[in-house]
């Protein structure tokens, strides 16, 4: 079967997630669905505009956050979107070992980014700032907790991927799925340049 | 080994249906669980009827009526016309496109059992403390105050169905747009393919708006959010816009496949090609395209503002524009063509009418002062039935028809076909033309009885009396299956005589692989191309060779099993203790299974050259 | 444009070939990473030198946008031969997504 043969670079084709049509098949569907989280996400984010001046007795967003934290998380998640490119530069150069260093140092990225994401809830928890204390709370962590629940289930998904391939390397079995994994990678990251624009950045502006 | 020759017991018939990747076998179960819940829907809406027959009537309580009106109209949407619609769409898309299966077939499974579990989910609700009682609108004021678990199951009921239909959206993408066979490019394709293109985007763009607002509902109801509490900053009519961002793209959902399903039909029994077909195509984009325009409509009397509601009342009117250069085509098919009055072609003819009353009427109601009138009375019940029924109830029953012997490899007895027609079709119109009038005359929608002597008492008797002849025809309808699948004729590839499309060039049920070799496409209704050129079969694109099948699997039943459970859990997480604990084993199921098929290889199999030859030695036998 | 499939029947020349074109993808790839660090450094100045809200509020999101346009099309290939189809959805979502947003910022409070 042909996602079987032994490849070398020479063999390995230019674009080995599209060389099968099952990687064909993958590709497409993938730019699908982001057009359907596109929507997804822009229905959450309408709302947590049309919500976000409904703090009640709570904190306001200028109040709460911390221009210093969000930048930093800004800066590793867009820096791991780079990472991930370096990836897939490696595959496409069919360099297995080079991707995984990678595919690596993007997921260390991400889980940075979870566990300031995490730090920075457990602050507001504790200025009473709740996903029950007023519209306000249930619009911003409906957000910013979808977009970070998709950041865990990329990092469960490329580890998994890593995991799974490590003894293998590249063949065009699993060339779509890395590729697949870091679209959705850098997907994320474009909801979050909205995030912290619009959530973030118009938050403290007031 | 060739399936033609395998025999199987009760058991692994039931085994291979739950496991099968396979879109024919999928849409059979489609069928069947979409026609179980049109059963079930019938009896809902006869319920109503029969509460609505005389005045001041209490056949049900007022409580027990807001139940069956909600599950009535729930079921119906998504329960019973959209998975009939897949069915069809399962069974002939990928033979129209030469291609041996969905560009997914794993995932098509995933969709279907998704699509199950969300339904018994939601009919659960009738044995654990009430259905749904807030309309199949559930709007949130109502909603979010609705006591009792019967909310919670429609919402999570349908987001977990809703997750199967937006899969399957996607699938059905793909497939159209990677796996045509060679020779067919976007303007060869059939319009029932096309449609099903068009109304798969409008899934995949509208089905995200549902899933946030279930979400948003679930929360509030379930997790103490705050987001249609006005006392806590929310805003109730959030719900309303997220609903019909998606609700009006779904009916258009429901209706583009309908309209697909006639442009098959009208040609094939008219013996002459589709008129127009580019502007039938492009009409269908463009209904698709404007039907995201409109969704506020269904809001003209929330308050939105004059301009608000002038723009929303333009763009609606707009969409009648294509609707009727269809219409139109459909005529200029039927005119000047060999006529043959089959089933089929008598719910098409029916259709055009009805469907053309069902249209005008909504662009009436498209008239926002008007609507100030029309809303929330029986006349726009009466103007949705008319397109729904007339247009998409129609259809499933045409094409039901028209491809149950591709599907089953046996004709539908032909008279009691008619019979269903003709008494569905008085049924229909007894029922539904008279509330326009009722409406008019100032009856509400979603009402549990009327007092006498209101000028209503005649006007609902007569549309009670209809629902009887519409149960009739749909019994006729159950004795037509149960009497063919006993002992009906084998047909072969081509039963109706005059198929144009590439689904009858191949035998009739088809293959497990359905192309021996992937056919070359040389124009529109590459069928009737090669017919008339002498070809008794299709040329081929691609020499023989083994074909490559995907293998069945146990684990979308799993994945559904465990969001389901899933369900049940955080249903009751507010009651009892082991609610979350429940909710969260449900997802560790459903994510494990997910987890534990990307793990494993899954090549598939081949089935080899020389049983291809071997197969078809077979068929000629 | 920008493939990196190249002609010749020899695979040696085809792999130096390919392997120079990715070389000058990545090259464009990190010059985007500067880019969009840029941008991302205007925006949060902007904040954190509080600027006028009226002022602030369309330009971030209008840097916002940039940022995505390069996202999109440096580091997600989308201006790569092959991608018309998934451009076309994906515009058609953030077309559906707009619609979405615009109503939600107008006709629910007012």
Redo the contacts between chains.
């Keep these: ?1 042909e ?1 079987e043969q032994k490849l070398t ?3 390995f084709p ?2 080995p997630e ?1 060389a099968t ?1 099952e990687g ?2 993958k ?3 993938f ?17 947590y ?3 976000r ?4 007795s709570g904190p306001k967003p200028e109040e709460l956050f911390d ?1 210093k934290l ?2 930093a998380a ?2 590793i998640l ?1 820096t791991s ?2 990472t991930s ?2 990836a897939m ?1 490696h595959m ?2 069919f360099e297995f070992k080079k991707m995984q260093l990678w595919l690596g140092v993007t997921w260390l990225l991400g889980l940075a980014f979870l566990g300031l994401e995490i730090y920075e809830f457990r602050h507001y928890v504790h200025e009473g700032h709740t ?2 204390s ?6 911003f962590y ?1 957000l910013v907790g979808t977009h970070g629940a998709h950041v865990t289930f990329g990092l469960l998904w490329i580890g ?1 991927l890593m995991i ?1 391939n490590a003894k293998r390397g590249l063949n065009l ?1 699993n060339a779509p799925k890395y590729y697949v994994a870091s ?1 959705y990678w ?2 994320i ?2 909801v979050w ?2 995030i ?3 959530v973030y ?2 938050g ?3 | 080994m060739s399936t033609l020759s395998q025999k199987k017991g009760v058991g692994g018939t039931i085994w291979d249906f739950m496991t099968t990747v396979d879109h024919k076998k999928i849409a059979i179960l489609y069928l069947i669980a979409g026609g179980i819940f049109f059963l079930v829907g019938g009896v809902e809406a006869l319920f109503i009827r029969i509460q609505l027959a005389i005045p001041s009537n209490d056949f049900v309580s007022a409580g027990t009526y807001n139940e069956i009106l909600t599950m009535h109209g729930t079921t119906m949407i998504f329960l019973a016309a959209m998975p009939l619609l897949f069915a069809m769409m399962n069974a002939v898309v990928p033979l129209q496109i030469g291609a041996r299966d969905v560009a997914f077939p794993f995932l098509n499974l995933l969709g279907f059992w998704l699509f199950a579990f969300g339904g018994l989910f939601l009919n659960l609700s009738w044995f654990l403390g009430g259905a749904p009682d807030a309309g199949w609108t559930s709007y949130a004021s109502l909603s979010i105050a609705s006591p009792g678990h019967g909310i919670d199951f429609y919402a999570i009921g349908l987001q977990i169905s809703g997750a199967g239909t937006l899969i399957s959206g996607i699938n059905f993408l793909v497939t159209i747009i990677n796996m045509r066979a060679p020779g067919m490019t976007y303007m060869r394709m059939p319009l029932f393919t096309w449609t099903t293109f068009v109304a798969s985007a409008l899934i995949l763009f509208a089905f995200p708006a549902l899933t946030v607002g279930l979400f948003l509902m679930i929360f509030d109801r379930l997790f103490g959010g705050n987001f249609f509490d006005a006392t806590m900053g929310g805003n109730t009519i959030i719900w309303e816009h997220l609903f019909w961002i998606f609700g009006h793209p779904e009916v258009y959902i429901l209706i583009l496949p309908a309209f697909g399903v006639f442009s098959e039909i009208l040609p094939t029994f008219s013996r002459k090609r589709l008129f127009g077909y580019s502007s039938m195509v492009f009409a269908t984009v463009l209904i698709g395209f404007l039907g995201f325009m409109v969704w506020a409509h269904h809001m003209f009397t929330t308050g939105l503002g004059p301009i608000a509601n002038a723009i929303f009342a333009v763009a609606t009117m707009a969409i009648a524009v294509p609707t009727g250069i269809k219409i139109f085509n459909w005529l200029f098919t039927l005119w000047g063509g060999s006529i043959e009055f089959t089933s089929p072609m008598l719910y098409a003819v029916a259709f055009i009418p009805s469907f053309v009353i069902g249209g005008v009427t909504g662009v009436m109601a498209a008239v926002a002062p008007a609507d100030y009138q029309f809303q929330d009375s029986y006349f726009i019940v009466a103007h949705f039935h008319y397109v729904i029924v007339g247009g998409v109830v129609y259809a499933i029953l045409a094409g039901v028809t028209y491809w149950w012997p591709k599907m089953f490899g046996k004709m539908l007895d032909e008279k009691l076909s008619k019979a269903t027609f003709w008494l569905f079709l008085i049924g229909f119109h007894l029922t539904f033309f008279i509330q326009h009038f009722l409406g008019l005359m100032g009856m509400p929608r979603r009402v549990w009885t009327f007092l006498p002597n209101q000028g209503l008492d005649l006007g609902n008797a007569i549309s009670s009396s209809g629902a009887a002849f519409m149960a009739v025809a749909t019994l006729i309808l159950l004795v037509n299956i149960i009497k063919t699948t006993a002992k009906g004729q084998k047909v072969g590839g081509d039963p109706w005589g005059d198929g144009r499309t590439l689904e009858w060039a191949i035998s009739s049920p088809p293959p497990e692989y359905n192309f021996k070799q992937t056919p070359l496409v040389r124009g529109l209704d590459a069928y009737w191309i090669e017919k008339m050129a002498g070809n008794k079969e299709m040329t081929p694109a691609e020499p023989l060779g083994d074909i490559h099948m995907p293998n069945s699997s146990f684990i979308p039943f799993m994945i559904s099993l465990g969001m389901f459970i899933a369900g049940i859990g955080f249903l009751y997480r507010n009651d009892h203790a082991w609610g979350d604990i429940v909710g969260i084993i449900g997802m560790v199921v459903m994510f494990l299974s997910m987890f534990f098929r990307s793990w494993i290889d899954d090549h598939g199999f081949h089935i080899h050259k020389e049983d291809l030859v071997d197969d078809d030695k077979e068929a000629k036998m | 444009m920008t493939t990196n499939q190249s002609n010749s029947d020899n695979p040696r020349l085809n792999l130096d070939y390919r392997k120079k074109r990715n070389a000058e993808d990545m090259k464009m790839q990190v010059i985007s990473f500067a880019m969009m660090l840029f941008l991302t450094l205007i925006a949060f100045f902007a904040v954190y030198q509080e600027f006028s809200g009226w002022y602030i509020m369309p330009v971030i999101v209008l840097l916002a946008v940039v940022q995505v346009i390069f996202q999109l099309y440096y580091f997600m290939h989308m201006n790569h031969k092959g991608h018309t189809i998934p451009a076309f959805f994906l515009y058609s979502g953030v077309l559906v997504a707009l619609l979405t947003i615009l109503a939600f910022v107008t006709i629910i409070w007012w």
């Excluded at chain 1, 669905?33 to 309408?46: D, H, I, K, N, Q």
């Excluded at chain 1, 007023?134 to 619009?139: D, E, I, L, M, N």
């Design positions: 079967m996602t670079a020479e063999t230019a674009s599209k049509l064909k098949n590709f497409t569907g730019w699908l669905f982001l057009g359907g989280e596109t929507v997804l996400f822009a229905s959450l984010f309408a709302t505009l049309a919500l001046n409904s703090t009640m221009i969000v930048f800004t800066m867009l979107s780079l490119v370096y530069y496409k150069n996903f029950t007023s519209a306000f709370g249930s619009s409906a998994s799974r079995y679209l850098h997907f990251d474009v340049v909205f912290f624009t619009v950045l118009m403290m502006v007031g």
